[in-house]
């Protein structure tokens, strides 16, 4: 049975991540910042029939000391690690001017430095056993820019590049390395947008609507397994289409 470890798994795509791992037999350590939310998702899900297969640990993944405690725990608790979800991150609205330098480095800390922390701690486990797949949830905001998110445009432009270059690193070690690119995605990160604004998004896609966290936790789920061997270094769009106009008008 092989092991999921999971960041910003209380919430969205994390947890709709977790919900179908679990479902498809994979153990998964979830880790997350909100305590609270994670211990009582962990308890339903142990009654659910997941007991011995879920584990919460309170996280935060821009925190070097917090991941060394994730680390240890995975080592004394859980055991082998075979797959890395970076999926913990958080949005930075506004014009690069407008930004405060405390929310830049926030974004940075946990949409960038987050996914070097897990690797600094958990990846030489993995180069050990020449085995293992890491995927990060970058976003299609790092494929493309967008109006008034210069700072999370950067952050996830960084996970976009950060997929290749631990391809390219990682490769000889027998470690697979993938990004999903969402395109807005109906979680609570992005409920929290105006109703209307939701509207717009939906009729901004050709199929009229935007993507499900399950949609997402799909697409992670082929790129964890035997059937994505093929693919490393990729950032895979999960968009409904969402952002393949070039803006000319119709
Ligand atoms: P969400 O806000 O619903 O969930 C994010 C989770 O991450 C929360 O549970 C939060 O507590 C946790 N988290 C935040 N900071 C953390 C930290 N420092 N350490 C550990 N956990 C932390 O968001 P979501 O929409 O599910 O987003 C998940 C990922 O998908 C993010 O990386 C986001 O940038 C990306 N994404 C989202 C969308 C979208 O439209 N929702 C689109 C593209 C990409």
New binding site residues.
């Given amino acids: 049975m092989k092991t999921a470890l999971i960041?910003?798994?209380?919430?969205?795509?994390?947890l709709s991540t977790t919900q179908l791992f679990l479902k498809r037999g994979y153990r998964v350590v979830m880790?997350?910042?909100?305590d609270v939310l994670g211990q009582m998702i962990k308890k339903e899900l142990d009654e659910t029939g997941y007991e011995g297969k879920v584990f919460f640990k309170q996280?935060?993944?821009?925190s070097s000391k917090s991941m060394e405690d994730l680390y240890n725990y995975t080592k004394t608790f859980v055991g082998q690690i075979d797959v890395i979800i970076n999926?913990?991150?958080?949005?930075c609205p506004g014009e690069l001017h407008e930004v405060s330098e405390e929310m830049w480095d926030r974004v940075m800390s946990?949409?960038v430095k987050?996914i070097y922390l897990t690797t600094k701690y958990f990846v030489p486990d993995m180069i050990q056993r020449r085995a293992g797949v890491i995927l990060n949830?970058?976003?299609?905001?790092g494929l493309q820019g967008d109006y008034n998110m210069a700072a999370y445009n950067a952050a996830?432009g960084a996970v976009v590049n950060l997929a290749r270059a631990m391809a390219l690193d990682y490769g000889k070690y027998g470690i697979r390395v993938n990004n999903v690119c969402?395109?807005?995605?109906m979680?609570?990160?992005?409920e929290r947008n105006p109703d209307e604004l939701v509207r717009e998004f939906e009729q901004a896609s050709p199929v009229g609507r935007i993507c499900t966290?399950e949609e997402v936790a799909q697409a992670l789920y082929f790129l964890a397994g035997d059937e994505a061997q093929a693919c490393t270094g990729i950032n895979l769009p999960v968009t409904t289409g969402f952002g393949l106009h070039t803006g000319q008008p119709i």
């Fill in positions: 960041t910003g798994a209380t919430s969205g795509i994390g880790v997350d910042l909100d996280g935060d993944v821009s999926n913990a991150g958080i949005f946990v949409d987050g949830t970058a976003s299609i905001s996830k969402p395109g807005p995605c979680t609570p990160m992005f966290p």
